[in-house]
């Protein structure tokens, strides 16, 4: 009897070690509840205030106690056998059950309950140890890999600095290439797809041929966004570089009116530590990233805060004025952005301070001083976060916001009144100041 029982162990011994590994499936989660102060400069609750102008509306404040929808999620990661071909969904809901009824005039952008929505589906093929590729939805390559730990009052709009210093976006509908070249270097190519916003042309309304049946020309994007970058590590640094590049096209415009325009941009990201102390930032320059479209976040890649005097703004984005001959022109925005975070760890807690600035700027007609497509804005952001261990999957983050959606704005000669060119507007100011209470398992 002994015998036999040291020859069935052996033998499941031997099983254990030829047998073929199994695949495994993994869930995740996050859930964080934000409690904040909430207040508007005067300025801001209006949308804007020409300079100088007065005003019988006060500043505004209220208290928020809600769930942001980009931090509570639930992720399965599965992971197959010998790791060849891998996957990963998530799925976020959240929101705000409580908004104020005046939300709409005070034009603070607060998001109503959100419903359930796929953020990521994506599979991995991995060729080989140095290369693989990701289909699905997925990060943008551009300008991702670095966000300040901003993360309290999105149903304000604000979310990881997005439109203060920092340029990113919403999962895409993407193929992406990573390529290895050593333990410290790699490469990732992404083709994006070009056409996620809503059906129709809702970028602008470019004029159509006669005779095709419809008023305005429509979209053609026959090449995909292209994003690259560059991620490396030299010892406690790492850097990565990027790069993005779309076309939007209309199909069979009218002669005499533009029918194209290019989205471009580059940054720069890095990060470094030594003992408690670290340091990470971006920068960022473009034309056109500012784009109001879901190529671009939905409004949030550059963000468009607001109806400003009449309009809406999107910072770096592109505009459409008529020349004198009535066509249609569309006119480059340009983008400055960065942002740097300093952080200190004293184990149980740390201190983090992250300063952010946004610039976006459009000429307008070239032929018009001052016209009222023409705006230059600037953005700064300034926040003190305390992060507090409370276990290893329980964080608690007192912290403070204050944002400067710019006093002294140029907005076009405003409707188009001479009268009113070189007069600037004051954009107003928002401060947050709260607590976050997060566990991610």
């Known amino acids: 009897m002994k015998k036999l029982f040291i020859g069935v162990l052996a033998a499941i011994c031997c099983c254990a070690f030829v047998a073929p590994a199994f695949a495994e499936v993994k869930v995740e989660g996050m859930i964080q509840n934000d409690f904040y102060y909430y207040g508007l400069s005067k300025e801001r609750v209006l949308g804007g205030l020409l300079k100088n102008a007065t005003t019988n509306q006060d500043n505004w404040e209220t208290t928020r106690i809600n769930m942001p929808q980009p931090l509570n999620r639930i992720s399965v990661r599965y992971t197959g056998e010998d790791k060849v071909v891998n996957g990963y969904i998530q799925i976020r809901a959240g929101g705000s059950r409580a908004n104020p009824a005046n939300a709409a005039a005070m034009n603070a952008g607060v998001s109503s309950e959100s419903a359930f929505s796929w953020e990521y589906a994506w599979i991995d093929w991995h060729v080989n140890p140095n290369l693989y590729f990701r289909f699905g939805r997925q990060d943008q390559t551009f300008a991702n890999a670095y966000a300040p730990n901003q993360g309290m009052a999105q149903v304000d709009s604000h979310i990881i600095g997005l439109g203060f210093g920092n340029i990113t976006a919403q999962s895409r509908d993407a193929v992406r290439a990573f390529i290895k070249f050593n333990e410290n270097i790699r490469m990732e190519l992404e083709l994006l797809d070009p056409n996620t916003e809503s059906a129709g042309n809702t970028e602008f309304n470019i004029p159509a041929t006669a005779g095709t049946g419809a008023a305005n020309a429509r979209e053609a994007n026959t090449w995909p966004r292209f994003d690259m970058s560059l991620p490396m590590k030299f010892g ?206």
């Open 236 to 441: 406690n640094f790492t850097i990565e570089p990027g790069f993005t590049w779309l076309q939007q096209k209309w199909d069979q415009v009218a002669a005499g009116n533009d029918d194209s325009f290019t989205i471009w941009g580059l940054t720069l990201g890095g990060s470094a530590g030594f003992g408690p102390f670290s340091v990470m930032g971006e920068v960022t320059y473009g034309k056109n990233i500012g784009y109001v479209s879901t190529h671009f976040g939905g409004g949030n890649f550059g963000a468009a805060l607001g109806n400003i005097q009449g309009g809406n703004i999107s910072i770096g984005g592109p505009s459409t004025y008529l020349n004198t001959a009535g066509q249609t022109k569309i006119e480059d925005g340009t983008t400055w952005a960065w942002f740097i975070q300093l952080g200190f760890d004293f184990g149980p807690f740390a201190i983090q301070g992250i300063v952010g600035m946004n610039r976006g700027e459009n000429d307008g007609d070239p032929a018009i001083a001052r016209d009222a497509s023409e705006w230059q804005i600037t953005q700064w952001m300034y926040g003190l976060n305390f992060p507090i261990k409370v276990t290893k999957t329980f964080t608690i983050t007192p912290q403070i916001w204050y944002y400067d959606l710019d006093s002294d704005a140029e907005i076009g000669g405003a409707a188009g009144s001479a009268a009113r060119s070189g007069i600037n507007t004051d954009r107003g100011s928002e401060l947050t100041v709260g607590v976050t209470f997060q566990l991610v398992f």
